[in-house]
């Protein structure tokens, strides 16, 4: 045919791009569908076929192979393609997709029939009768094969049941296969059971893929020789092997005990030996597939349930999880660096991600959970989606995700019918794999980009969830837990509640039966949970109250859509709120009032304090949206009650150092306070107005139990200024179920006798005529809060002029001082109270650190710069730099304020209420402890507060009392 009256645009139409060799396939010497004299279709049947070839992966690979077929095969096969639609699809697709089936088609001609008709529907699988020899196996293999592959390619068959046909395939080949090498033999010797592990075991098999196996042998005679059939079963076993690599793909029995250094086959009794003493993790994970496919199928299944404990107890030992995840990372590294990102099967976001979740997660939960026992990925996903272990849209996203993969695939074998899981990287090949995936160019992006965009897509979704399903902490913490106490049956969990120290296991089993009772996907997800949970609360002093307090959380968000599932899937969340509810009244209170706090647990990020400034712009935007001022301060106190969660969250997780508790609870009550005054001042928005921190706000030092010392400064109307003031106090100190912030101005001059708000010429007469030492000690702490950047900023050189005296102090202003610090030793420690171990006033307390300090800023101010801090640790520090305190006196001394302000929080976390008392025993104490250093027992605690406490106050002694 001359090549002109075939045009490049026409052949393109159709997909071609070999020009001349499809123009001579298409003309009248070759398949004769082209009309030269009319340059169209001969026909509508030949426009048909032209039609078909389009849509094949290669257009010009299936019209070549179509040519030779019907070149080989005759004429019948040309009326046939032209006649029989299903008959086309099928064998265009196989023709353009596979050039080796092509050429297998081709050499044996008459197997085109094969896809004739309906019968490329059925299961695979063929009677052992009918393939008695090798040959005729590997006839019969290659056309259930041929049949597979068409109805996979025109979508008769999906990819599960692709799959699954395969392996129907596979266990056909291994029984024919197995028949052949017994009937060589002529007798039986032994009982042999094949083993299908892996893909094959799982029911997932590819085109091309190594089948793994374990071989299982018993003597035919109870009481027979055993060596000798083993023996015989090792025999039958590499005759087996050995004609199926000659058939269809290799055997591989390396999964076996020992792996290729042990024996080829064992007994049933020689296996359990193994896996009980010898076996590792992942060959309890490869059992997880295990499935008897061939041979003595009574004998495999007696193998199974033998072993079926191991498999399922093998996620208990200490080492498992990790075993598991350090294996997914050696698979990772193997990788040749050129191909991460094209591997579909074994890189990050590829098919090994997928079943790697899939397969930890069965053997953590499957061990109470029989429904997870299968051994194949999508039905086992499905379980766990159904379960609840899986969210419905994570599940969702996998179970397309795998799908997706796996026809990538299946479609790059098919091409040349070879192991591969690897994606092209030449624009040629990626051409050719776009168009068997059935993606065609359109307006919007050619095939290729298409292709790419979707997997891409996929792969990120895998790499995330696998993160999140894999790595999971909850798993580690519920593989922990002993197989039996994971099914909560009550009488397994009333004895396992009375084990772990629940004080009232009676009550307890009511709060698990409220929260797991039921069929529904709440009910299910806390029966995954609670096991996990328990054992937190139960390292609790008080495992009772967690579990209370778990359940009144529960009750508040259980039908919140995402409570549950940020438990189960968020990283730390369910631990972390096991250990905050099981130790801590205080962070309970807040979250049963704030569940929507929650969330913050997922993160350490959203545990770290937000800054002063953030701070204040929240709040003042908050107040700013309500017009009536009680509103206004009810949502300022709102976002003071999730700061103040944020924060006793950190702290009790360890995440936070003292001295940032202390920054962080100061900008908290400094963004309150700066957003309530702007609230109560705005009718007077001329008012010069302040407000001075004193005490522990001043100092930036807030803990937990802490009021706001504070001073009020005005300059101007007065009356309007103590309205403001007033105002302030009512509104912080209304009613709620915040934790109340106290506005204290008791520090001011006259103290509760003199007025709230005073005039800066006021402070500054009453300062320099009648104020006391004890006055000027107190403005060492004074730092601007709110309001009046300038009036602050004059009040703070009025009070410097104080709190740092020119010269120092008089001996006399000295001994008043150890005057006053005696006193309050004395007179404000409560009555009962123990000196050695209160955290304030007693020996090595808080307040002997912070007099010790300040005696020396007094001192030492006007003329050391670095002791001009409203900061305690701060001056200890320029004390220390400037000589005027040995270094070791300064490190017992910080130990010791430290320890007392770290204490001092966690007895306020703890109880739900301020307190200064260290107890002397119970469970506050026990809690205290477990809070400072998980582990640590309480009289180890309460001995080095002591310790650290005695140094302490030794040091004060001598430098404080001067002695």
Not at 271 to 298: N, S, V
Request: charged share 25%; proline share 5%; aromatic share 6%.
């Amino acid at each position: 045919m001359d090549p002109i009256k075939v045009s490049p645009a026409h052949l393109a139409r159709y997909g071609f791009a070999d020009n001349e060799r499809s123009a001579a396939a298409l003309g009248p010497e070759g398949l004769r569908l082209w009309d030269p004299a009319t340059r169209r279709p001969a026909d509508d049947d030949a426009a048909a076929v032209l039609d078909t070839l389009y849509f094949a992966a290669d257009p010009d690979l299936a019209l070549f192979q179509l040519h030779r077929l019907v070149e080989a095969a005759g004429e019948e096969v040309r009326a046939a393609v032209l006649t029989d639609r299903a008959l086309r699809r099928r064998l265009i697709g196989v023709l353009g997709v596979s050039a080796t089936l092509g050429d297998l088609l081709v050499a044996n001609p008459a197997e085109w029939r094969e896809l004739a008709g309906e019968q490329n529907t059925r299961a695979a699988g063929f009677s052992t009768r009918d393939v008695s020899t090798v040959p005729l196996l590997r006839s019969g293999y290659r056309r259930e094969l041929l049949r597979i592959v068409a109805a996979d390619l025109t979508a008769a068959a999906d990819v599960e049941v692709t799959m699954r046909r395969l392996t129907e395939l596979a266990d056909a080949t291994l029984q024919a296969a197995l028949a052949i090498a017994t009937a060589e033999r002529g007798a039986d010797e032994c009982r042999l059971a094949v083993i299908a592990m892996g893909k094959c075991g799982g029911r997932e098999l590819n085109y091309v893929s190594d089948v793994d196996v374990v071989f299982v042998a018993e003597p035919v005679e109870e009481g027979a020789d055993v060596e000798k059939a083993m023996r015989a079963g090792s025999a039958l076993a590499a005759r087996m092997m050995e004609i199926c690599g000659f058939v269809a793909w290799p055997v591989d029995a390396a999964l076996r005990p020992e792996g290729s250094r042990g024996a080829l086959v064992r007994t049933v009794a020689s296996h359990l030996a193994y896996y009980k003493k010898w076996a590792k993790t992942w060959e309890f994970q490869a059992l997880l597939k295990a499935r008897p496919a061939a041979g003595d199928i009574a004998l495999g299944e007696q193998w199974l349930a033998e072993l079926q404990p191991l498999i399922w107890s093998a996620a208990e030992r200490p080492e498992a999880v990790d075993e598991v995840r350090a294996m997914r990372r050696r698979i990772i590294e193997a990788i040749p660096r050129a191909e991460m990102d094209r591997e579909i099967k074994r890189g990050p976001g590829g098919l090994r991600d997928i079943e790697f979740a899939v397969q930890l997660l069965q053997l953590v939960h499957g061990r109470a959970d029989e429904s997870l026992r299968t051994p194949t990925t999508l039905a086992g996903l499905r379980t766990l989606i159904e379960g609840g272990y899986v969210g419905l849209a994570d599940g969702e996203a996998l179970l397309r995700a795998y799908r997706f993969l796996r026809v990538v695939e299946h479609r790059l074998q098919l091409q040349r019918l070879r192991r591969t899981h690897t994606v092209p990287d030449d624009p040629a090949g990626l051409r050719w794999l776009a168009h068997a995936l059935g993606y065609r160019p359109n307006a919007a992006r050619d095939a290729v980009e298409s292709f790419r965009t979707e997997w891409v897509r996929h792969a990120g979704e895998v790499r995330r969830l696998h993160a999140k399903l894999f790595y999971r902490p909850l798993l580690e913490a519920v593989a922990r837990v002993p197989t039996e106490q994971l099914r909560l049956r009550p009488d397994a969990a009333r004895a396992r509640l009375d084990l772990l120290g629940f004080a009232d296991p009676a009550g307890a089993l009511r709060h698990i039966e409220a929260l797991t009772g039921g069929v529904s996907r709440t009910a299910a997800i806390q029966r995954q949970l609670l096991p996990a949970m328990l054992s937190e609360f139960a390292d609790a002093p008080e495992p009772d109250r967690g579990l209370l307090a778990y359940r009144q959380v529960s009750e508040k968000l259980g039908n919140t859509p995402w409570y549950l599932r940020l438990l189960r899937d968020e990283g730390p969340v369910a631990l972390r709120l096991a250990r905050l509810l099981a130790l801590s009244r205080y962070v309970t209170d807040l979250l049963i009032h704030d569940p929507e706090a929650l969330r913050l647990l997922a993160d350490d990020t959203e545990l770290q304090p937000r800054s002063a400034e953030v701070l204040t712009e929240g709040f003042a935007a908050a107040a700013a949206r309500h017009p009536d001022p009680e509103t206004a301060i009810n949502a300022v106190r709102a976002l003071r009650r999730r700061e103040l969660f944020r924060i006793a969250c950190a702290d009790l997780l360890g995440i936070l150092d003292v001295t940032v508790v202390g920054d962080a609870l100061s900008a908290v009550t400094d963004a309150t306070l700066r957003a309530t005054l702007g609230v109560t001042s705005a009718g007077a928005p001329d008012l010069a107005f302040a407000i001075i921190g004193m005490g522990r706000l001043g100092g930036s030092e807030t803990s937990y139990p802490s009021d706001a010392d504070v001073l009020f400064v005005c300059d101007g109307d007065a009356k309007t200024a103590l309205t403001i003031a007033e105002e302030l106090r009512r509104l912080l100190a209304r009613p709620a179920h915040d934790p109340p912030l106290g506005v204290d101005a008791d520090l001011r001059p006259e103290g509760r006798q003199g007025p709230l708000v005073r005039s800066l010429g006021a402070f500054e007469q009453y300062y320099a005529r009648w104020s006391k030492v004890w006055e000027a000690q107190a403005l060492l702490r004074a730092r601007h809060v709110a309001g009046s950047p300038d009036l602050g900023a004059r009040f703070l050189a009025l009070a410097d002029s104080k709190r740092y005296p020119q010269g120092g102090l008089t001996r006399d202003q000295v001994l008043e001082i150890r005057r006053l610090k005696a006193r309050v030793d004395s007179e404000r420690l409560p009555r009962g109270a123990d000196p050695a171990t209160h955290t304030k006033l007693g020996r090595g307390g808080l307040a002997d650190v912070e007099w010790t300090v300040q005696l020396l800023q007094l001192q030492h101010g006007h003329a050391v710069a670095g002791l001009r801090t409203p900061r305690t640790l701060d001056a200890l520090h320029a004390a220390v730099a400037a000589g005027l305190l040995d270094r070791m006196d300064a490190a017992e001394l910080e130990s010791a304020w430290r320890q007392a302000s770290r204490v001092r929080n966690l007895l306020t976390l703890v109880r739900g209420r301020a307190t200064d008392q260290i107890p002397r025993q119970g469970p506050d104490l026990a809690a205290a402890a477990a809070a400072l250093n998980p582990g640590t027992e309480p009289q180890e605690f309460l001995d080095e507060y002591l310790r650290v406490a005695r140094r302490a106050r030794a040091v004060v002694e001598r430098v404080f009392d001067g002695a």
